[in-house]
């Protein structure tokens, strides 16, 4: 587990991936009683408002004019020394794992387990798509791919991880 914390431009890269391709694509709430939003829309009791990641992350207000790129760069704080901090991304503006009081409890947990399971596969294995078709990705409630992503995995020169 050591050493998680400082795979940085993996955390980013785990970022925009979900940024681009949201785990829960939208999600909604009803209103127990009579409520206004921020910008005063009004909300009546028994209101479902629904909140979509998908579309938020795909923004241009939100994410400049590039944001059909996959940029793991837009994670890091900028400045001249091209610092390799990462930014603290207001949750509203990317609500992956919710915001607010019922914010996801394992947020922290399920970054610690992406890195850790995506750390420990690459540094033995390179993992290609099978088919260069862009993979269809499925918006239910939590996304999938149609019919998973076939992938193959071939073991990584064992020199080459030794010095890694
Ligand atoms: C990439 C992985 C994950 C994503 C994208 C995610 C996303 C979310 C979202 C969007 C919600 C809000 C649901 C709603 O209000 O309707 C939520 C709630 C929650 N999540 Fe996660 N989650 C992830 C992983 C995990 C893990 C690993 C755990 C537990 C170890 C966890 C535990 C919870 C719990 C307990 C809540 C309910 C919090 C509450 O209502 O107060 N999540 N998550």
Redesign the pocket.
């Known amino acids: 587990m050591e050493g998680l914390e400082d795979m940085k431009l993996l955390k980013a890269c785990l970022c925009e991936s979900m940024r681009l391709y949201p785990?829960?694509v939208w999600?909604s709430k009803h209103a127990v009683v009579d409520d206004l939003l921020p910008d005063n829309t009004p909300v009546r009791a028994g209101d479902r408002v629904t909140y979509f990641p998908y579309g938020m992350g795909r923004m241009e207000g939100l994410w400049g004019e590039d944001w059909f790129e996959f940029r793991p760069e837009r994670w890091f704080v900028d400045n001249e020394e091209k610092s390799c901090e990462l930014k603290r991304v207001c949750p509203y503006k990317y609500p992956?794992?919710?915001a607010g009081p019922?914010v996801?409890?394992?947020?922290e947990?399920?970054f610690v387990?992406?890195t850790y399971v995506v750390a420990s596969i690459l540094r033995r294995f390179e993992i290609r798509p099978v088919s260069q078709k862009r993979p269809v990705y499925v918006p239910l409630l939590t996304a999938h791919m149609a019919g998973g992503l076939n992938v193959v995995v071939k073991r990584r020169c064992q020199n080459k991880t030794e010095t890694s």
Request: glycine content about 6%.
């Open positions: 785990p829960v999600d992956i794992f919710q019922r996801c409890l394992g947020k947990m399920a387990q992406m």
